[in-house]
């Protein structure tokens, strides 16, 4: 059965650094979403991503974060320089049509220090 | 705006005996609703899902929800608890929008199953 894969599946960082969180969808998935937990809260959207651009964002995703599909197979989250607060857990999910059912990837513990 | 109420964040069963996990949401308009599982390191799975078919829905591993509009509720249930069933619930409304599902997740419920 086809999933969506998620890597690395815990990231520790420094404050200040850059990180890639890779996430491969499925195949014919055409709507791709990250969303993110900080530990003990509520799963947050952060953003969704359609025809090779956003389609929306929530306030959470500043210009600290980006989204890109470069080669048609992976979707990955840049945070451009990491802070305390985002540590969290990261899904990645994708959805194959508007209305159907989101798969989410197994997350990415992600640990700022 | 969408929003997502559940009512207890830990639930303790015993095995063989009912579980209700229980959901309240708001809407500005006819919304679809999800339950999601976690279990401990995996990702999230689709228990069931309602989108303005019918307000019983059934999903995997014996559990089903009931939508009930007037109640604002979409409570789920499953009458025979297992030991595998121990794990965080989430309870999500779908925000819509132009371009795919945005999920709005309650704060999920975690079931505790004792033998």
């Known amino acids: 059965e086809p999933e969506v894969t998620q890597t690395p599946s815990h990231q520790v960082t420094q404050m200040g650094q850059e990180v890639i969180l890779r996430c491969v969808p499925i195949s014919n998935h055409l709507y791709f979403y990250w969303y993110r937990q900080i530990l003990g809260q509520k799963v947050e959207f952060l953003v969704s991503f359609y025809n090779n651009e956003i389609s929306e964002k929530s306030e959470i995703f500043d210009d600290q974060f980006s989204v890109e599909r470069p080669d048609g197979s992976n979707f990955t989250l840049k945070i451009r320089s990491t802070k305390l607060e985002d540590s969290a857990m990261y899904f990645c999910?994708?959805?194959?049509?508007?209305?159907?059912?989101?798969?989410f990837g197994p997350g990415t513990r992600l640990t700022v220090l | 705006a969408q929003s997502v109420t559940q009512l207890d964040s830990h639930v303790s069963v015993s095995e063989g005996t009912p579980v209700l996990l229980r959901c309240n949401y708001s809407s500005s308009y006819s919304p679809s609703l999800f339950w999601y599982v976690q279990h401990p390191n995996k990702g999230l799975q689709l228990l069931l899902k309602y989108t303005s078919a019918a307000t019983l829905v059934k999903g995997i591993n014996g559990f089903e929800a009931e939508f009930k509009k007037s109640e604002t509720s979409f409570h789920l249930t499953k009458p025979s608890a297992h030991m595998s069933d121990a794990a965080e619930y989430f309870c999500?409304?779908?925000?819509?929008?132009?371009?795919?599902?945005?999920?709005?997740f309650g704060p999920g419920t975690r079931l505790s199953v004792l033998p």
């Open positions: 999910a994708s959805e194959r049509e508007r209305d159907n059912e989101q798969f």
């Open positions: 999500v409304v779908s925000r819509g929008g132009n371009y795919g599902q945005n999920f709005v």
